[in-house]
């Protein structure tokens, strides 16, 4: 059983950044590969970021691409999501998830994370 926890959500002005963390528990957290998902009022969850198990590889959903930065501290078990030029529309429930047994394979598919946590409200105003 793996434990994941978000926090760091809040309410920012349009343009502005937020850093949003997640905690996973597990001896083998640097085996997991790692994402975030988002869902807005009415709309389906979506694919924001993903890391690999190391670190080393990203992957963006177009929407996102160049606002936002996922990174990871396997010492810490911990992966972070820098959200920066944000826009109302980014305004969401943000989800981290932890995919425990399949790999790189499509990071931004939701039926692959195995583990996922509560949610934290990020909410953007114009």
């Known amino acids: 059983q793996v434990l994941v926890v978000e926090s760091g959500g809040g309410l920012v002005q349009a343009g502005g950044s937020l850093r949003l963390s997640c905690a996973a528990s597990g001896r083998t957290f640097s085996s997991y590969v790692m994402g975030w998902f988002r869902q807005a009022p009415g709309k389906e969850r979506e694919f924001v970021a993903a890391i690999s198990r190391s670190g080393g590889v990203t992957y963006y959903a177009d929407s996102v691409k160049g606002r936002f930065t996922i990174s990871r501290d396997n010492a810490k078990n911990k992966v972070y999501l820098q959200m920066s030029s944000l826009k109302p529309e980014d305004t969401a429930v943000y989800y981290c998830?932890?995919?425990?047994?399949?790999?790189?394979?499509?990071?931004?598919?939701?039926?692959?994370?195995?583990?996922w946590g509560q949610g934290t409200q990020v909410t953007v105003s114009s």
């Open positions: 998830a932890a995919d425990t047994t399949t790999g790189w394979g499509t990071p931004s598919r939701l039926p692959l994370y195995d583990y």
